[in-house]
């Protein structure tokens, strides 16, 4: 059975590196170490473009709502890219100091408003059960199998389907998790470094907002920061839904998932135009960057470069990704996600 899994011959018209997953570790560990300048310079390129159009916008706004809108958009790519220098430092791949990836990553989580040490322990879940299917429910977004979806009963499948639809994921979804979601470590409430973070970023929040607002007014600074943290997060939820929701992906039961086919079969490389690519911070790379989450981000790049076979794996174009939205279910017997209307085929057929 492990055979056929690292052979990826469930998924014969995928592109194979001809390298078992497993094998890339070793080859890839030579990309691992950060560059400090290189670190410093992503923090800086990132964090002085953000405050300026955050000003910018805010000018704007003094005069039009409206026309200040295109500016906050344009600050939550940069808010996007500052979370990735978040999420980086969370896996200890942005500095080879522990306290300085903790410490960044705290300061970031306080513009982000995403509490390190949780979102952290969430994220490692999800990378350590990735492509599991006895393993769903942390840190990613629930999917149900076409045989889990018609056992359920009329009730259960609306629920689903609501739950599923983009307008829940994009629009209610960033709304819930970075301005509620966030504020609660439910789940970790008698953990207290968890607390401690939440509770933590919380009050710094409150302190940088409090003072922002006593300098410019209440309604100004609402104006500013929601639209540009509420668009930074429906970009951020829509990255990581076409980074695993795609139509090849890879799940398995727990007696026949091995993680290193999951993480590089089951995450998308997501080949986005120039500046969209840098303004994501190569995370559509994200089937190397599963399969070795210790790599920094400004170093996926030159990986796909030394090994061009890594990037013909799992290939997702810009245009390609907006029909991912469509697909809802597992089916266990094609080996694929399927639309609501691709299962009722399918179980007709059977």
Wanted: some cysteine; hydrophobic content about 45%; proline content about 5%.
């Amino acid at each position: 059975m492990s055979a056929l899994r690292e052979s990826h011959a469930d998924n014969p018209g995928e592109p194979d590196s001809g390298v078992p997953a497993r094998d890339w570790i070793r080859i890839l560990a030579r990309y691992r170490e950060p560059v400090l300048w290189r670190s410093f310079y992503e923090i800086a390129v990132t964090a002085i473009p953000f405050v300026l159009l955050w000003i910018t916008s805010y000018q704007a706004y003094l005069i039009s709502f409206w026309l200040s809108l295109p500016v906050s958009i344009l600050a939550a790519f940069f808010l996007v890219r500052l979370f990735l220098i978040q999420h980086d430092c969370g896996h200890m791949a942005f500095f080879r100091d522990k306290r300085a990836n903790d410490w960044v990553g705290r300061i970031l989580g306080v513009v982000t408003v995403t509490p390190y040490e949780v979102w952290r322990k969430n994220h490692a879940v999800h990378h350590g059960a990735s492509g599991n299917l006895d393993n769903r429910g942390t840190g990613d977004l629930m999917t149900l199998t076409v045989r889990e979806y018609h056992a359920r009963g009329l009730w259960g499948r609306f629920l689903y389907r609501a739950y599923r639809h983009p307008l829940t994921l994009f629009v209610v979804g960033p709304v819930y998790v970075y301005i509620f979601e966030n504020r609660l470590p439910l789940g970790y409430m008698k953990q207290g470094r968890y607390w401690l973070s939440a509770m933590g970023t919380n009050v710094a929040m409150l302190a940088v907002g409090g003072a922002i607002s006593w300098y410019i007014g209440v309604i100004p600074f609402l104006a500013v920061f929601l639209p540009v943290t509420l668009i930074a997060a429906a970009m951020g939820i829509w990255l990581f839904y076409v980074q695993h929701q795609f139509e090849e992906t890879h799940w398995d039961p727990q007696e026949d998932w091995q993680v290193h086919e999951a993480a590089l079969h089951g995450s998308s490389h997501y080949v986005l135009p120039q500046p969209l690519k840098w303004l994501t911070a190569n995370i559509g790379i994200h089937h190397v960057h599963h399969l070795y989450s210790r790599i920094p981000y400004y170093r996926l790049s030159e990986v796909l470069r030394e090994h061009p076979e890594l990037g013909e794996i799992s290939k997702l174009t810009l245009w390609e990704s907006f029909a991912c939205v469509k697909l809802q279910l597992w089916d266990e017997n094609r080996r694929k996600l399927v639309s609501y209307a691709e299962a009722r085929q399918g179980l007709t057929a059977a």
